[in-house]
């Protein structure tokens, strides 16, 4: 079955800063990549997703990278702000026309400081 | 955007007891819903995936006599944890496929079982 990593567990920088979260996969079937914002006490919240045939995606702040070939994709958070401090979890999961079980990596914990 | 519901948020059982975990979507109808357990600092395990009008499909590992799962309609999945222990208090989270959103998670269920 699928496999996520995700680094790093923890991270920490300062308001303002850039925050990249890492991610490789092991099924090379895989197409769907979303990304959680989990709060402390609270389900996880969509904030990006990739699908494979896209390289990069950006929503305001917030950016997303894939590497197919590499299997590996990535996290971007730009001019971070003391809200942005939370659990991260990268996922990934085969869209077939009905829905597929996510595979959660292991979270990264920002924190993002004055 | 797409919403699901999930109550209740805490609950505290006697051991022995058994505690029933409901998951709506809200504006729309979901044929599959996921069921997840996450403990503290982890990541979320899949438990089984419900599929409405037939039998949930468990991961290995977890017990389906002891996680009851029912998906009786599109937009109802209910996780009745039976003869709670100790070790079953986890937070219990639900998402479903929502097409358009992606997949979206309840604020999930937190069980201490005393």
């Known amino acids: 079955g699928e496999n996520v990593e995700q680094h790093p567990s923890t991270l920490s920088v300062q308001e303002g800063d850039s925050a990249v979260i890492k991610c490789t996969y092991s099924?090379?079937?895989?197409?769907?990549f979303p990304w959680y914002k989990q709060e402390l006490g609270k389900g996880p919240q969509l904030i990006i997703d990739?699908?494979?045939?896209?390289g990069e995606k950006k929503d305001q702040r917030i950016a997303v990278t894939l590497n197919k070939t590499a299997k590996h994709f990535s996290l971007h958070i730009t001019e971070t702000q003391p809200e942005d401090s939370a659990v991260y979890f990268c996922?990934?999961?085969?869209?077939?026309?009905?829905?597929?079980?996510?595979?959660f990596g292991t979270g990264t914990r920002l924190q993002v400081t004055l | 955007g797409a919403v699901v519901s999930q109550h209740p948020s805490r609950v505290i059982c006697k051991s022995g007891t058994s505690v029933k975990i409901e998951c709506r979507s809200l504006?729309?109808?979901?044929?599959?819903m996921f069921w997840y357990r996450q403990f503290p600092k982890q990541s979320l395990m899949l438990m089984a995936t419900?599929?409405?009008?037939?039998?949930?499909?468990?991961e290995q590992g977890v017990e389906k006599d002891k996680f009851l799962i029912n998906h009786a309609s599109l937009t109802l999945s209910t996780l009745t944890v039976t003869s709670a222990h100790p070790e079953d208090s986890s937070f219990y989270i639900c998402?479903?496929?929502?097409?358009?959103?992606?997949?979206?998670f309840g604020s999930g269920t937190r069980l201490t079982v005393v």
């Open positions: 998402s479903a496929d929502s097409n358009n959103y992606g997949y979206t």
């Open positions: 099924d090379s079937a895989s197409n769907y």
């Open positions: 990739i699908r494979s045939n896209v």
């Open positions: 996922a990934a999961s085969i869209e077939a026309g009905t829905a597929s079980k996510l595979t």
């Open positions: 504006d729309f109808q979901a044929t599959t």
């Open positions: 419900s599929n409405e009008g037939s039998k949930a499909t468990y």
